[in-house]
């Protein structure tokens, strides 16, 4: 029913926002994933999921088309519910949750506070096929979770280059070196950069 809004940030918190848009305020739930990509500006657009409860109405919003898609595919999943899909956005990145759906790896959705052993492989069986046509991705080609190449990507972000620049060259110096620590990644990306 309301697919984005755009207007007027009055609160910012890292779990909700406040938008006016022409004088009425909508009241926000957001992830730390969104929360992290808000620009520093007077006025947003947020992407937004509205959920039709009894009891309440209650707007989503995300930053990036591509979260809220993960979001609602999480949310079709018995047993996750928007807070749990939330949660789940908020401990690790979109990129991660797919590649962990896509390569079958329990370990890293059951991380995630308030998901058991049993929701995470439901978590799997429901969106694995899914992810891997929607994402075009190989079983085979998915790169495991790189901590150093995480780490490094922080860092190029608060030096102040753009995420997504860095991301690419920072995929092409793990992929040329896998076993590349933080400071050689961060180096050689900053001759790239």
Do not use: W
């Not at 947020?46 to 109405?57: C, G, N, P, S």
């Not at 928007?82 to 949750?97: D, F, N, W, Y």
């Amino acid at each position: 029913m309301i697919a984005h809004l755009q207007g007027k940030l009055v609160e910012k918190n890292p779990t909700e926002v406040v938008i006016d848009c022409g004088g009425v305020g909508y009241h926000v739930n957001i992830s730390l994933h969104t929360f992290s990509l808000i620009p520093n500006a007077d006025y947003i657009k947020l992407y937004t999921h509205l959920q039709i409860k009894e009891d309440a109405h209650t707007l989503y919003g995300f930053v990036e088309k591509s979260e809220r898609e993960i979001f609602r595919m999480l949310i079709s999943v018995s047993g996750i519910g928007a807070g749990i899909a939330r949660t789940m956005l908020s401990s690790i990145e979109p990129k991660q949750i797919i590649n962990a759906i896509a390569s079958g790896d329990v370990g890293i959705i059951q991380s995630i506070k308030g998901i058991g052993n049993k929701t995470a492989q439901r978590v799997i069986l429901d969106l694995k096929e899914k992810v891997l046509k929607l994402y075009d991705l190989d079983e085979v080609s998915i790169v495991q979770n790189n901590t150093n190449r995480d780490e490094a990507l922080s860092a190029l972000e608060v030096l102040g280059f753009v995420r997504k620049t860095s991301e690419k060259v920072v995929e092409r110096i793990v992929k040329e070196d896998p076993e590349a620590t933080v400071e050689t990644i961060i180096k050689k990306a900053l001759k790239s950069l």
